[in-house]
DNA sequence: AATTGTGAATTCCTTCACAGCC
DNA sequence: GGCTGTGAAGGAATTCACAATT
């Protein structure tokens, strides 16, 4: 274990081999090496395991690693041995589409309450039973029901306002899908999905499509 | 205007920069500068200024960017002046929160087609008016409505499967909502968001937060 | 005087290659 | 023999700093 700064690259990846292991311990793989996963899922071997290394020697030399275990490990590196609960403000066609996402249901991650200023929505409940409460309830709502993780489905115009009261409200980590870059308070971890970014970079590529010529010899 | 390699960065950042000259453009402003619009909008002025350099000399030495022209370089570069018809993968609760995304209307990106598999869903209509096709439709609906953008709006175990029948198709961008990294041919554009590695990332620095305290072996 | 465009310096990330261990 | 863990090398992206330009 190291006490070297770890990349937010190396977190996503961490994500990406669980889900790898995963899938291997779910066909009766009990150990596998970091060329196994490179070669099966398209990864660099080296880098899986320089990923790892920052967070403990979890492989035996000359046998590779426990697929059990390494699970484990890693579950717990990113947190996900312990429930998260989240609170989702905006519930439009977004944000009530992310209260019944089924990816949800056997992770440890739990919507546990809507937010909305609108009158009309108060009181909409999602697949699960999540009831909309008023965006002036958030406070205390967050606190009674110990939520965490923030969501900004709201509109651009809205969406700092939004970060500030999540912000306020004593959340520690918020995903943002608004197309802004909000500011936030230090230790306030913030991440945003941002749509029109992913849009314009596809019309970018369609419009000077052929970058990728023949590769010379 | 250079023949270099130009990185995914690069191109994500001048979707900023052109929101940020929008926003400008709107209260009335002019002319700027790379300074200005970094200390505005928390950026660096190098960067700025080296990104916009890939694609031709917008700037004027001694006096900055003209916001107006600055702006319809950027709408070019992306090709942000041409419509992109986008076909959504999956009439679930997130391929109709995404049909009837608001962000989409006043811009070049407009859905023409839905597509599902489950007979329940078909005809069902997006608030603006496009229909659920069977996804056996694909072909003849992507051809008749020349779509060029692929949504994977589906769960994860057929999103390798539908990527198939997209590229298939003929269509040569793919935005991917599914948990996974699908394979593509060369020469159709992927790009995966990925709402579990936000989460679990999320999740990790909630663990973790304030490097000031590690956790004992 | 002010600001761009850019080579050089720096920082960060990835990959190589091999010592060390099973 | 085979695989991990890792220092060193290589490559990419960012930032610095300044000559060139208006």
Redesign the interface.
């Known amino acids: 274990?190291k006490?070297e700064?770890i990349s937010?690259f190396t977190?996503?990846r961490?994500?990406?081999y669980?889900?790898c292991l995963n899938l291997l311990a779910a066909s009766g793989v009990t150990t596998t090496s970091s060329q196994a996963l490179a070669e099966q899922?398209?990864l660099n071997s080296a880098q899986i395991r320089k990923d790892l290394t920052y967070f403990g020697e979890f492989g035996v030399r000359g046998v590779g690693y426990n697929v059990t275990e390494l699970r484990a490990h890693l579950n717990e590196?990113?947190?996900?041995d312990?429930q998260?609960r989240i609170g989702i403000v905006g519930a439009g066609?977004?944000g009530?589409?992310l209260a019944?996402?089924?990816?949800f249901e056997h992770e440890?991650?739990q919507v546990a309450a809507l937010f909305d200023k609108e009158a009309s929505r108060l009181g909409i409940t999602s697949r699960s039973g999540v009831v909309v409460h008023h965006i002036d309830e958030l406070d205390e709502v967050v606190a009674r029901q110990r939520i965490?993780?923030g969501v900004v489905a709201v509109?651009a115009e809205n969406a700092q306002e939004v970060v500030d009261r999540l912000t306020e409200s004593g959340i520690?980590?918020?995903?943002n899908f608004a197309?802004?870059?909000p500011?936030t308070r230090p230790?306030v971890?913030l991440?945003t999905?941002?749509?029109?970014?992913?849009?314009?970079?596809?019309?970018?590529?369609?419009?000077d499509?052929g970058q990728?010529g023949p590769t010379p010899p």
């Not at 590196?77 to 996900?80: C, N, R, S, V």
């Not at 019944?100 to 990816?103: A, E, S, V």
């Not at 520690?172 to 995903?175: D, H, K, P």
């Open positions: 274990m006490t700064k937010e977190i996503n961490l994500s990406i669980l889900r899922f398209q590196i990113l947190g996900l312990r998260h066609n977004l009530m589409a019944n996402y089924r990816g440890c991650f965490v993780i509109p520690s980590a918020i995903l197309p802004v870059r500011n230790g971890q991440k999905m941002d749509l029109a970014i992913s849009f314009e970079s596809l019309s970018y590529f369609l419009s499509s990728d």
